[in-house]
């Protein structure tokens, strides 16, 4: 449970801050920077999400949910963490 946990806050809590920390790193062409930030505002397939929980055993229906749930909020409030976050 812990496992999963950690999971799910590190998909929908630390990944989109870490595009705060690589909007820092000074790469050419810069919009490949732009591109990475926004990568990680984004939430896991579907597929990864699920996989990643099989292989460690753990609540595959609990999994589906949250990853459902998060690329379904990832639509809504993407646009807006862009936004906010490339400003």
């Known amino acids: 449970m812990l496992i999963q946990l950690k999971r799910y806050v590190s998909i929908l809590l630390l990944s989109p801050f ?50 459902l749930m998060s690329n379904l909020l990832g639509i809504l409030i993407g646009a807006f963490l862009d936004i906010t976050v490339l400003s």
Do not use: D, H
């Open 18 to 67: 870490f595009s705060k920390i690589i909007l820092q790193i000074q790469l050419v062409p810069r919009e490949f920077v732009t591109g990475l930030a926004i990568f990680t505002c984004m939430p896991t397939a579907l597929s990864t999400g699920v996989a990643l929980i099989q292989l460690v055993c753990g609540n595959v229906a609990l999994a589906l949910a949250v990853t």
